[in-house]
């Protein structure tokens, strides 16, 4: 059974960085794309990146230059590194196991002074 569970969630001021990661287990994290969403309020939840098993990456408009994701095979990890954060990325992020269709429970991520 895949499992993936989120950390490094929290508040932040305008501007600032945090590191989420996503540890999996139950399947090769090797031969999966992966990808990190986020959910707004109210709002339909969302790709903000992704990670192919080859390492090529794709970001949505908005976070791009300023997101950037990675993986670690051997740790079975993938992370978002977010940078310059803005209030519109106040979200629930999730990770996501593309290829099995699996999600993580998701960390909350606020941008606020």
């Known amino acids: 059974q895949v499992q993936l569970v989120e950390s490094g969630g929290g508040l932040v001021q305008p501007g600032g960085s945090l590191k989420l990661s996503c540890t999996t287990s139950?399947?090769?994290?090797?031969?999966?794309?992966m990808g990190w969403y986020r959910q707004a309020p109210e709002m339909q939840r969302e790709l903000v990146a992704i990670?192919?098993?080859?390492?090529?990456?794709n970001y949505a408009d908005s976070v791009k230059g300023r997101f950037t994701i990675a993986r670690d095979n051997a740790k079975n990890t993938v992370s978002l590194q977010m940078n310059s954060l803005k209030a519109e990325d106040t979200a629930v992020y999730y990770c996501?196991?593309?290829?099995?269709?699996?999600w993580g429970e998701g960390t909350q991520v606020t941008v606020s002074s």
């Open positions: 996501k196991n593309v290829g099995k269709g699996a």
């Open positions: 139950g399947s090769n994290l090797s031969f999966y794309t």
């Open positions: 990670i192919s098993s080859r390492n090529h990456t």
